[in-house]
């Protein structure tokens, strides 16, 4: 065999190392970045194939533009608040409703969460149930969904219930409501149905019920809830003025109570009575109402 010159092995080599240089360009960063530019581009294909059905543009421009006038609604111009403001604000309001109680008993809102005992519970308890009776309103655990012995992981929670239920039973009779009790409602209802009432058993417990908490999460991810909701439902006998002052007083001050839903009855026309000119006059209504108080068990609340 012929002996290789030195210039050509020179050669050789140097065309060796352009091949592995050329080779490991390709595999290393053109072939990577030929596959991005794939990817990038189904993706690109996909997201306009799922905007073509939406009522979004597609002009980055008018994007912008959009973006810019939902910030400003979100975060507010002009001095005027957004709905982020707005949304604190409110929720500021709706957790004060207990404050007074917890800074006069606890001191601030951390420590009540964690060192409410059964034994503060059940003195609440049999307190809201003495001070109700005082104004003829008898609560029985059975109709309440509450009892003295009732048992939770969170003794506070049990807490805020009763108060929500005593709140609740103040404003009632500052309107001058009456709540009607089990007995009266079995014999109304049986009365619709063209039955006597001569059957029904006596129950003198008040119509009020206390509703399972609602706890509501920022995210799925939330370990603990940023606000817990309290609703009460109860029957009411009164006049539609009476109603009116009670609804206007439940954010009033320093109460904050939401209206969930309410349902109007009134006494069937053959059973009303008419005035002087003939005309008929609206007897006694019922009121079925839930009513709902809000707690946020992750805000301290510092004496001032």
């Known amino acids: 065999m012929n002996k290789f010159l030195p210039a050509h092995k020179i050669v050789l080599v140097v065309l060796l190392v352009l091949l592995a240089v050329q080779a490991g360009l390709y595999f290393g960063l053109h072939r990577p970045r030929r596959l991005a530019v794939q990817t990038a581009e189904k ?30 609604v979100l975060q507010g ?5 957004g709905l982020q403001q707005q949304s604190e604000k409110l929720l500021g309001q709706a957790g004060r409703m207990y404050d007074a109680k917890i800074l006069d008993q606890y001191g601030s809102r951390n420590y009540f969460v964690t060192s409410v005992t059964r034994l503060d519970y059940q003195e609440e308890y049999n ?20 009892a003295e012995d009732s048992v939770s992981a969170y003794n506070y929670q049990l807490m805020l219930q009763l108060w929500t ?9 500052a309107a001058g409501l009456q709540v009607l009790t089990a007995e009266t409602l079995q014999a109304e209802r049986s009365s619709a149905r063209g039955r006597r009432s001569a059957g029904v058993r006596s129950d003198p417990a008040a119509c009020i019920s206390v509703l399972p908490m609602q706890a509501y999460f920022q995210d799925e991810k939330s370990s603990a809830p940023y606000l817990l909701e309290f609703p009460v439902s109860l029957s009411l006998r009164g006049e539609l003025a009476q109603l009116q002052a009670f609804v206007a007083s439940l954010q009033s001050g320093d109460t904050f109570l939401a209206l969930k839903g309410f349902e109007i009855r009134a006494l069937p026309p053959q ?10 006059r609206n007897g006694p209504m019922h009121f079925d109402l839930t009513c709902a ?5 992750q805000t301290t609340l510092e004496d001032e």
Do not use: Y
């Open 43 to 72: 993706e690109l294909q996909r997201l306009q194939r799922r905007l073509s059905g939406k009522a979004w543009p597609q002009d980055g421009k008018k994007l912008q533009q959009i973006l810019a006038e939902m910030k400003e």
């Open 77 to 81: 111009s002009g001095g005027k608040p």
């Open 127 to 146: 307190r809201l149930l003495l001070s109700l009776r005082e104004q003829r309103i008898n609560l029985s655990a059975q109709k309440l969904n509450l």
């Open 165 to 173: 239920v005593d709140r609740i039973c103040s404003l009632v009779t």
């Open 271 to 280: 059973e009303l009575l008419a005035d002087e000119d003939g005309r008929i």
């Open 293 to 297: 108080g809000f707690f946020i068990p």
